[in-house]
């Protein structure tokens, strides 16, 4: 785990607001309507839903997603011409343990 690249990838506002809109997602994105039912990527939100809300280019928001999954902060699914992103409760769970036994 790169402790200093998932504080880089929080460092940015936008960013830091993905994942907060991510540890709830039924409450900020609506459904996932071309997520297929037998799916197994529960929480899953596509690119596009997240760039909605954020109010960016899918393009960016691709590129910021793609530095959060790099740092151990979100997973992906591909499926279709959808990516599907969520939070990754293990990476999350041993950056805060590192920032707890470090500081």
Not at 9 to 20: D, G, P, Q, V, Y
Not at 43 to 71: D, F, N, P, R, T
């Amino acid at each position: 785990m790169d402790t200093i690249a998932i504080i880089k990838a929080l460092s940015n506002e936008t960013r830091f607001k993905i994942m907060e809109w991510l540890k709830e997602p039924e409450v900020h994105f609506g459904p996932q309507s071309h997520m297929p039912s037998d799916c197994d990527f529960q929480g899953g939100i596509c690119v596009g839903s997240i760039a909605e809300k954020a109010g960016l280019a899918q393009s960016v928001i691709s590129g910021y997603l793609v530095k959060m999954q790099k740092s151990g902060l979100l997973e992906s699914k591909r499926h279709c011409q959808w990516t599907y992103y969520r939070r990754d409760e293990k990476g999350i769970q041993q950056f805060k343990e590192s920032i707890r036994e470090s500081l």
